[in-house]
């Protein structure tokens, strides 16, 4: 019975391939479209994909290019290829503006962009470009049955610009670059207003103008003390008991104390 059972499952499969290869080398759009169908709802997306670049350019325009471009989209999206992907669900949302998937093909095309987007120390135009996207898609879908992904997503993604951020400012405090660094925290404070890197980026400001005020020379001590003894205060009013409150203090000592020189 085994055997005869695994003889079948042989004979399909040969039946199966045998019938795709005569999909692939028909002039048949009909035939291409059938296969392709069959072999998408059977979730052989790699295949049917093959059958769908044969057909793109001979199906546009005809009553159920809309269909096909739709598993051709999907197809690639199941697969992986986001890159591909993307581009084709934002032809099938310019192609086919009335059709009822178009807030799924917006909403997926936005989010293979989100795929794209690489880890934070690397270059972001993906990361830009996967927000952008998927803002066009809340911003035209604000009841969208995505919605919730949607802003859920672009958290992310902006979560990512902003540690990517905090860290080449961090860079210039590493290598002992105090002025760069105090600029940089401060750019990234003006971008990032409602960071959770705050408290961290307040402290290695202060950190910075610091190091920057006590190893001076004596013309430009005076005022980057006091350029220290804000970014203190910064730090202070933003969280009086912050984690770096110890080391803040004994470094606002020294601070006063060289202060003192000027007050004679």
Do not use: W
């Not at 999909?23 to 069959?38: F, G, I, M, Q, R």
């Not at 799924?104 to 830009?128: H, W």
């Not at 009013?237 to 104390?257: C, G, V």
Request: glycine share 2%; proline share 3%.
């Amino acid at each position: 019975m085994k055997k005869v059972l695994a003889l079948f499952a042989v004979i399909l499969l040969l039946s199966s391939c045998s019938e795709y290869q005569k999909a692939l080398k028909s002039e048949d759009t009909a035939v291409k479209y059938a296969s392709a169908e069959k072999l998408y709802n059977a979730k052989k997306y790699g295949k049917a994909i093959r059958l769908f670049e044969q057909l793109s350019p001979a199906m546009k325009g005809k009553p159920s290019a809309e269909k096909m471009f739709y598993m051709y989209s999907q197809s690639l999206y199941k697969t992986q290829q986001y890159y591909l992907a993307g581009y084709q669900f934002e032809n099938f949302v310019s192609s086919y503006p009335k059709s009822e998937k178009i807030e799924e093909a917006s909403f997926l095309g936005a989010k293979s962009y989100t795929f794209l987007s690489p880890v934070y120390s690397l270059d972001q135009t993906d990361t830009n470009k996967a927000i952008d996207k998927l803002q066009n898609y809340i911003d035209s879908y604000p009841e969208g049955k995505n919605l919730t992904e949607a802003n859920s997503l672009v958290k992310g993604l902006r979560e990512k610009l902003e540690k990517k951020a905090f860290e080449n400012a961090k860079i210039y405090y590493t290598i002992s670059d105090y002025k760069a660094a105090m600029v940089a925290f401060d750019n990234f404070l003006i971008n990032f207003p409602g960071t959770n890197y705050k408290e961290k980026a307040l402290f290695y400001k202060f950190d910075s103008a610091y190091l920057l005020a006590i190893n001076s020379v004596p013309s430009k001590m005076h005022e980057r003390l006091e350029n220290a003894k804000n970014a203190y205060a910064s730090l202070m009013k933003f969280k009086a008991d912050t984690q770096y409150k110890q080391k803040a203090d004994e470094m606002l000592t020294r601070i006063e104390n060289d202060l003192k020189q000027y007050s004679k």
